[in-house]
T-cell receptor, first 114, second 111 residues
Framework: GAGVSQSPRYKVAKRGQDVALRCDPI?????LFWYQQALGQGPEFLTY????????KSGLPSDRFFAERPEGSVSTLKIQRTQQEDSAVYLC????????????FGPGTRLTVT | GENVEQHPSTLSVQEGDSAVIKCTYS??????FPWYKQELGKRPQLIID?????GEKKDQRIAVTLNKTAKHFSLHITETQPEDSAVYFC??????????FGAGTQVVVTP
């Protein structure tokens, strides 16, 4: 089947605008992760879902960041009042869960805040 | 929380030579250690992984070793080819599966 998909692939936002980033995980994958990757660095954990439950949001950098996965499949990462430091690639990954740790990444959304 | 350190940050090798990347981790509860390859502008791709009950795993030209006592693991690429040029990330996971990544190694294979 299809891999993890993300949309949009590129997003340019003016400082102060709200953005919404979408992730479609692999069908049947229970676990879904969001990561932020700044230029030249490794991905940094943001938040984790098991089905529709958000079990860990310790990596969200501020209360301007919000994520949801209401039906346990598609997830949306929302950033309110974007700041320049939010510019990065936002990666989504999914895994089967339940002890199966292999995570498969989507292509990412490159967010540029001007 | 988990902290993963990765060395070297850049690695230049001649085609056909071997490349070795080393990582250390801090959380003794970590039990899964994947390696990802990321080409410029592309998604990270899982190339090999190892679990804590195994000391070594090999897949064609790629091998990974794990020393749980010392809390370090390494990626070995033999007979390197130009298409091996990329950034490689090691990672360690907690019980939820959350990945903590190293800073990455830029590997350049010169013909």
């Amino acid at each position: 089947g299809a891999g993890v998909s993300q949309s949009p692939r590129y997003k340019v936002a003016k400082r102060g605008q709200d953005v919404a980033l979408r992730c479609d995980p692999i069908s049947g994958h229970v676990s879904l992760f969001w990561y932020q990757q700044a230029l030249g660095q490794g991905p940094e954990f943001l938040t984790y879902f098991q089905n529709e439950a958000q079990l860990d949001k310790s990596g969200l950098p501020s209360d301007r960041f919000f994520a949801e996965r209401p039906e346990g499949s598609v997830s949306t990462l929302k950033i309110q009042r974007t700041q320049q430091e939010d510019s990065a690639v936002y990666l989504c990954a999914s895994s089967l869960g339940q002890g199966d740790y292999e995570q498969y990444f989507g292509p990412g959304t490159r967010l540029t805040v001007t | 929380g988990e902290n993963v350190e990765q060395h070297p940050s850049t690695l230049s090798v001649q085609e056909g030579d071997s490349a070795v990347i080393k990582c250390t981790y801090s959380d003794s509860a970590s039990n899964y250690f994947p390696w990802y390859k990321q080409e410029l502008g592309k998604r990270p791709q899982l190339i090999i992984d190892i679990r804590s009950n195994v000391g070594e795993k090999k897949d064609q030209r790629i091998a990974v070793t794990l020393n749980k006592t010392a809390k370090h693991f390494s990626l070995h690429i033999t007979e390197t080819q130009p298409e091996d040029s990329a950034v490689y990330f090691c990672a360690a996971t907690d019980s939820w599966g959350k990945l903590q990544f190293g800073a990455g190694t830029q590997v350049v294979v010169t013909p």
